[in-house]
């Protein structure tokens, strides 16, 4: 079943957010069960809301996503859900 993983980081700045590309490495991009990837500012820091296929492979991500985050002097607590529906950009709909 898909699940939801939303990062928030107030008091944070995204340059914090991209210093944690530089550290992962590929490693961080190459990811294929993640199904979408998003990071936006907001009005006191930024979110991240990534989309994976399962809880598992979200889970062995975080062996990677663990030690970046945290050389780059972020503290990552996600608020994992399941996902309801989510829909393709040629507007097919996954469960």
């Not at 009005?43 to 994976?52: A, P, Q």
Request: charged fraction near 20%.
């Amino acid at each position: 079943m898909p699940i939801v993983a939303i990062f928030e980081f107030p008091g944070e700045t995204v340059d914090k957010y991209e210093k944690v590309f530089e550290i992962g490495g590929s490693a961080i991009n190459d990811q294929p069960r993640r199904l979408s990837h998003v990071c936006y500012p907001t009005d006191v820091g930024f979110t991240v809301v990534d989309v994976w296929a399962d809880e598992a492979s979200f889970a062995a991500f975080g062996e990677i996503i663990g030690p970046a985050t945290a050389q780059a002097g972020l503290d990552a607590k996600p608020d994992v859900r399941p996902v309801q529906g989510f829909m393709l950009a040629d507007g097919a709909r996954n469960p």
